[in-house]
């Protein structure tokens, strides 16, 4: 388990690492603008998603997602397996200062990003509760 200043510590890694991908990604967009780069997909069983277009698919239909929603399940989605402690979620969701808000935003915002992304009762649940923790993408 992390302490605080470790937690803290491996958000600003991870979040340094995405922000390079990303202006890796932007600064190449704006020399080779006429070129077709490559979007950002994540594929998983039924579900799509694509970046650029913040884009959202479980069993070919479209699911319309507030901002919030589409970048937890990006987060989680992108790390597969990785564990996210409530705190890292919210550096890298929200970006600010989390002691103004709560666990429960978290939790509400995973609780209806569940209930759109299960379309079907047999469709499987993507994002895993860690009790006490926090939340992974299975």
Not at 9 to 37: P, R
Not at 63 to 88: G, M, Q
Not at 106 to 127: A, E, G, M, Q
């Amino acid at each position: 388990m992390l302490n605080e200043k470790q937690q803290k510590e491996l958000a600003q890694y991870l979040l340094e690492d995405i922000v390079s991908t990303v202006d890796a990604g932007a600064n190449s967009a704006k020399h080779n603008w006429q070129q077709d780069s490559p979007l950002t997909e994540i594929r998983e069983g039924d579900l799509y998603l694509c970046l650029e277009q913040r884009l959202v698919k479980v069993r070919e239909q479209e699911i319309f997602l507030t901002a919030k929603e589409f970048d937890i399940l990006f987060l989680l989605a992108s790390n597969p397996k990785r564990v996210f402690t409530y705190a890292l979620i919210m550096d890298f969701v929200w970006n600010e200062d989390y002691t103004y808000y709560s666990r429960k935003a978290i939790t509400n915002h995973v609780s209806n990003l569940r209930k759109k992304l299960k379309i079907r009762p047999d469709d499987p649940s993507y994002i895993k509760n860690v009790t006490g923790i926090g939340y992974k993408f299975a």
